[in-house]
């Protein structure tokens, strides 16, 4: 079964039955009412496999309902489904529930049913989205008093400056209090904190990049390759073009997880700084013409592959010296 999830909505359609439930509320009435459809539609629940898109916390109360009645379920990534059904990278073309339960008995053989998010996996989504919100809401008032200083010069306003000045030391001593708390809810579950100093041990890969590559990936587990991963963090590029008239230029995809994107692109310049086999790659590459952010998106892929491969081998990263 499909089930496209939304925030107050939720649509579900049976593959075999080819039987649609459109527009039920995503609450406990809704989920009432797909249970006694489910009964009705489907002779053997413990044979349905209920495919849905990740849509971050808005599939958090299906899931447990899901989980309650013993029904399976997993969860997709919105590229995959398109590029399974044929679709093209780049456009806005929406994956309804339908489309989805195509994808599901298409790929039923190998899609895995997944278990519910452990309670320190939710805690810290919650915690990383308040920390980066500090964040940006900090970064805010410091653009907006440097244009005013900038412009104003000794003619701003003394009590706007304080108050402004106070505001941003509140939000940094809020921020020292959520990331020494997601700290705490790391070492607290033993697999989290194992993978977190394993992303860490990779040149470059700081924080806030490792422990939004823990959230993304569910701690590692929700991809079954480094190409998926590769992809979904909207590294990997992809041709725009249609048959042979069109022709697009080779770029990466807008539908990515663009804050992870974002983290690595500054992890890369890190890398490219200390690392000293990334700094020579980049470097050559530059010398043969290649633009920038092309380079860059190269040494973004590396890491990802190197995060990878020692979450995959439980060893830290080695560094190693340029030839």
């Not at 459109?22 to 009705?40: E, H, P, Q, T």
């Not at 349905?48 to 029904?71: C, H, P």
């Amino acid at each position: 079964m499909g089930m496209d999830v939304s925030k107050k909505t939720l649509d579900c359609h049976l593959f075999v039955q080819q039987k649609t439930l459109s527009v039920v509320s995503n609450d406990v009435k809704g989920f009432r009412a797909i249970n006694r459809w489910l009964k009705k539609e489907v002779k053997n629940l413990n044979g349905l496999l209920v495919v849905m898109e990740y849509t971050g916390i808005y599939t958090y109360q299906v899931e447990r309902f899901l989980e309650k009645q013993k029904i399976k379920f997993v969860k997709r990534p919105a590229l995959d489904i398109k590029r399974s059904l044929g679709m093209v990278r780049g456009k806005s073309d929406k994956i309804d529930a339908k489309f989805i339960s195509k994808y599901g008995w298409m790929r039923k053989e190998e899609l895995q049913p997944m278990c519910v998010l452990s309670d320190t996996q939710l805690e810290l989504q919650q915690l990383m989205s308040h920390r980066d919100k500090l964040v940006a809401d900090h970064a805010s008032y410091q653009s907006k008093l440097k244009e005013l200083t900038t412009q104003m010069g000794k003619k701003i306003n003394k009590l706007m400056v304080a108050s402004m000045k106070e505001v941003m030391k509140m939000l940094t001593e809020q921020i020292n209090e959520t990331e020494k708390a997601i700290k705490e809810l790391i070492k607290s579950d033993e697999s989290l904190q194992v993978n977190y100093k394993l992303a860490c041990s990779v040149m470059g890969i700081g924080f806030a990049t490792a422990v939004h590559l823990l959230i993304a990936t569910e701690n590692f587990t929700r991809f079954s390759n480094v190409r998926k991963l590769i992809c979904y963090c909207g590294v990997a590029p992809f041709e725009h073009s249609s048959g042979t008239s069109i022709k697009g230029k080779v770029r990466v995809s807008h539908l990515a997880n663009k804050k992870l994107k974002s983290l690595l692109t500054m992890a890369a310049i890190s890398a490219i700084q200390h690392d000293p086999e990334l700094k020579a790659k980049y470097e050559q590459k530059i010398k043969e013409g290649k633009a920038k952010m092309c380079v860059i998106n190269i040494i973004r892929a590396k890491l990802i592959e190197r995060v990878f491969a020692v979450i995959k081998k439980q060893k830290p990263y080695e560094l190693r010296l340029a030839a």
